[in-house]
């Protein structure tokens, strides 16, 4: 299999309408691609991102039915994001989304498979240190509630992280 910097050589020995062509048919190729290259190149589509991390985030159906959250769903959609680049806030914003939809689950029914108590640490760690990243501290008070809202068996460990990154008390 040829290396990348073969690749682009002959891409770029193509006459502009062979490129053209080869664009195409990489754009077509998959929803993932498509989704890649509006983000990448027109900075348009990140909202699909965020869309695609709520719903796979949702702990019930339409019907009100428990609903599984399939944790490799939601890293492969969060990973997907990091590659296209997505805005510091986009990511910020499916972090808390995800880290959201966990501890739902978690409350809604009592706890959960053990790998989602460690995705809403590994997500409120994302988010917290993104936060402070793009300087938008502002926003702790409001994470402070949260916590203090949704209190299971967690949020000691929860709490330590806030005050670990925040250096701020619940």
Same mark, same amino acid.
């Given at each position: 299999?040829?290396?990348?910097?073969?690749?682009?050589?002959?891409?770029?020995? &193509?006459?502009?309408?062979?490129?053209?062509?080869?664009?195409?048919? #990489?754009?077509?190729? /998959?929803?993932?691609?498509?989704?890649? &290259?509006?983000?990448?190149?027109?900075?348009?589509?990140?909202?699909?991102?965020?869309?695609? #991390?709520?719903?796979?985030?949702?702990? /019930?159906?339409?019907?009100?039915?428990?609903?599984?959250?399939?944790?490799?769903?939601?890293?492969?959609?969060?990973?997907?994001?990091?590659?296209?680049?997505?805005?510091?806030?986009?990511?910020?914003?499916?972090?808390?989304?995800?880290?959201?939809?966990?501890?739902?689950?978690?409350?809604?029914?009592?706890?959960?498979?053990? /790998?989602?108590?460690?995705?809403?640490?590994?997500? &409120?760690?994302?988010?917290?240190? &993104?936060?402070?990243?793009?300087?938008?501290?502002?926003?702790?008070?409001?994470?402070?509630?949260?916590?203090?809202?949704?209190?299971?068996?967690?949020?000691?460990?929860?709490?330590?992280?806030?005050?670990?990154?925040?250096?701020? /008390?619940?």
């Amino acid at each position: 299999m040829a290396n990348l910097r073969e690749i682009k050589k002959a891409f770029f020995e &193509l006459s502009d309408k062979e490129q053209e062509s080869i664009l195409k048919e #990489i754009y077509s190729f /998959s929803k993932d691609i498509k989704e890649f &290259l509006n983000v990448r190149l027109l900075n348009d589509g990140e909202e699909l991102y965020i869309e695609k #991390i709520r719903k796979a985030t949702e702990s /019930s159906t339409p019907m009100g039915l428990p609903k599984t959250i399939k944790v490799t769903q939601v890293n492969s959609i969060l990973n997907k994001a990091k590659k296209s680049k997505v805005k510091k806030d986009t990511l910020c914003e499916m972090e808390w989304i995800a880290f959201d939809g966990y501890m739902t689950s978690l409350n809604d029914y009592g706890g959960g498979p053990e /790998s989602y108590e460690n995705k809403v640490y590994d997500h &409120l760690k994302n988010y917290l240190l &993104l936060l402070n990243d793009i300087s938008k501290n502002d926003e702790l008070d409001g994470v402070k509630h949260y916590l203090r809202e949704h209190t299971n068996m967690y949020y000691d460990h929860l709490w330590e992280l806030f005050e670990e990154i925040t250096g701020e /008390s619940v």
